[in-house]
Nanobody, 121 residues
Framework: QVQLVESGGGLVHAGGSLRLSCVAS????????MGWYRQAPGKQRELVAT???????YYHDSVKGRFTISINNAKRTVYLQMNSLKPEDTAVYYC???????????????WGQGTQVTVSS
């Protein structure tokens, strides 16, 4: 079973930056897309950004121009560079494998455990 482990969260002042990393425990083949989601207290989990196997990207309107998603296949890692952070970006951030395969086994909807991002005003 492939696992995803996020890191890089923390406490930062408004206007600051953080880079989140999501490392897969094994090489995933045929990645359709990977995404970063976030969930603030009392709110539903929302999609922040995605990147496809062909490197096409999508961003939620609230983070466009501030966040950048990227993937390093050799390192089995997806990154989320977050700049110009705002207090409303405070949430637990999760990465998710939308779909891929591992030695012929189809993987769908694999979540990491999350990493807390707190932005102070």
């Amino acid at each position: 079973q492939v696992q995803l482990v996020e890191s890089g969260g923390g406490l930062v002042h408004a206007g600051g930056s953080l880079r989140l990393s999501c490392v897969a425990s094994a090489t995933i083949m045929n990645i359709n897309a990977m995404g970063w989601y976030r969930q603030a207290p009392g709110k539903q989990r929302e999609l922040v950004a995605t990147i496809t196997g062909g490197d096409a990207t999508y961003y939620h309107d609230s983070v466009k121009g501030r966040f950048t998603i990227s993937i390093n296949n050799a390192k089995r890692t997806v990154y989320l560079q977050m700049n110009s952070l705002k207090p409303e970006d405070t949430a637990v951030y999760y990465c998710r494998l939308e779909s891929g395969s591992y030695f012929g086994t189809v993987l769908k909807g694999v979540w990491g455990q999350g990493t807390q991002v707190t932005v102070s005003s």
